[in-house]
């Protein structure tokens, strides 16, 4: 299931971000896209070895790696350095399905995606379209058009696509995380347990049973988890 995590960077953080983007040098996005990929991406994107993308990247990682829900989200092992894309005058991203592996500029490592991340880093009403369209398992579709600084994760392996922007200009950041639970519904058991232990937490501070399905979280961690 998708998660939406509101106010990862606050609004000032999007003043910077913004103002240092609409500055920035973009290159075409077709440049990280596969084959098949490349014939639908109609984007521009920050070169991965652009200093403003590592710079701006870091601040979103640094954010990420304490911030509790997404780390119960995801249960990162690694992260692909943060890319930033943009839209306007009609540019968009058919739809496509994103590579399971993903090289990392400068670093002999490759990363397998598991969960994708998109970070919109525009209001909705700075632009007119642009909606990320995500096929869910049952084919149901759904469309994302979230407030600056929110983000949305999702399993990689949905097809999905980027709507055309008629208006304005859409900005974001997006990457991909391997898990250290390979499994999506394994991730996904893990997660619903931890935020019911933490609502408990919450609801009943001191309550036995927490300490008990905290045992039972970490048992189940050890068994799927591949740090
Ligand atoms: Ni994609």
Redesign the pocket.
Known sequence: MPLEISGVLDRSQVAKFQALLKQARWVDGSATAGHL?QQVKHNRQLAETDPLAIELGNVILDVLERHPVFVSYALPARIVPPLFNAYRGGEH?GA???GAIRPVAGHPIRIRTDI?VTLFLADPDEYEGGELVIQQEGGELCAYKLPAGTLLAYPCGCL???EPVTRGERLAS?FWVQSMVRRGDQRAMLFDLDQAIQRLRATVPGHETILALTAHYHNLLRMWADP
């Open positions: 990929s991203y496509h399905v994103d994708s999905h696509h980027v997006f």
